[in-house]
């Protein structure tokens, strides 16, 4: 089920109805799309399920805010997508409202 945005981060932790990929969209939303204890969380969630799109795109999410495009575009075509020329607020949107 999509995203309802915009994202509401003002609570501790996301939505127990997000699936596991929206939870770690949540908490790099909730950490501004930076690195820092949110982005951690993200990455370790993405890292749970290597190998499912929905993830391993978020997981090239994750590495493009951590400034390594390669691995990025190691995990985007891991999920069938193409390498990400976006910023990273639109492409955070773009995966917030695909899956």
């Not at 969630?45 to 997981?59: F, K, R």
């Not at 976006?86 to 917030?96: R, T």
Request: proline content about 9%; overall charge negative; some cysteine.
């Amino acid at each position: 089920m999509p995203i309802t945005l915009p994202m509401d981060v003002s609570q501790t932790e996301p939505p127990t109805t997000f699936s596991p990929p929206q939870q770690a969209l949540w908490w790099l939303k909730k950490g501004a799309l930076v690195l820092g204890p949110e982005w951690e969380k993200a990455h370790e969630i993405c890292q749970a399920s290597e190998g499912e799109a929905a993830h391993d795109w978020v997981h090239g999410l994750c590495h493009l805010i951590e400034n390594d495009p390669g691995n990025a575009a190691y995990w985007f075509r891991r999920a069938g997508r193409p390498n990400s020329t976006n910023d990273i607020a639109a492409l955070w949107q773009e995966i917030a409202e695909s899956i």
